[in-house]
């Protein structure tokens, strides 16, 4: 599976940020997905995961109540819809899959990671 992220960008706080990832293989539809970030000089945080079936979702705390994290099995996308956004929001976010149907919030339980896009909040 290849993942690739798209989306990021520069946005005033307070705007809004769509995110997408692509993925390629026949097999994504029994893939779990996830969205992570990665501040400067933080560790990668987990910021939202989807079931294969889009059915269950979950969120970070920081990001729960302002963003939608949604899938299309039949174009083989994941999207991260996040509004509100701060200056705390600016991060590298990367997509991954897991090779089992359910949500996860580790980082460990992914298997495959696309490269990341810069998403950069201004104040």
């Known amino acids: 599976v290849q993942l690739q992220a798209s989306g990021g960008g520069v946005v005033q706080a307070g705007g809004s940020l769509r995110l997408s990832c692509a993925a390629s293989?026949?097999?994504?539809?029994?893939?779990?997905m996830g969205w992570f970030r990665q501040a400067p000089g933080k560790e990668r945080e987990f910021v939202a995961t989807?079931?294969?079936?889009?059915?269950?979702?979950a969120y970070a705390d920081s990001v729960k109540d302002r963003s939608t994290i949604t899938r299309d099995n039949t174009k083989k996308t994941v999207r991260l819809q996040m509004n509100s956004l701060t200056p705390e929001d600016t991060a590298v976010y990367y997509c991954?899959?897991?090779?089992?149907?359910?949500?996860?919030?580790?980082?460990?339980?992914?298997?495959?990671w696309g490269p990341g896009t810069l998403v950069t909040v201004s104040s």
């Open positions: 991954a899959a897991r090779i089992v149907v359910t949500t996860a919030r580790r980082a460990d339980d992914y298997v495959y």
């Open positions: 293989g026949r097999t994504f539809s029994s893939y779990a």
């Open positions: 989807i079931s294969w079936g889009g059915g269950s979702t």
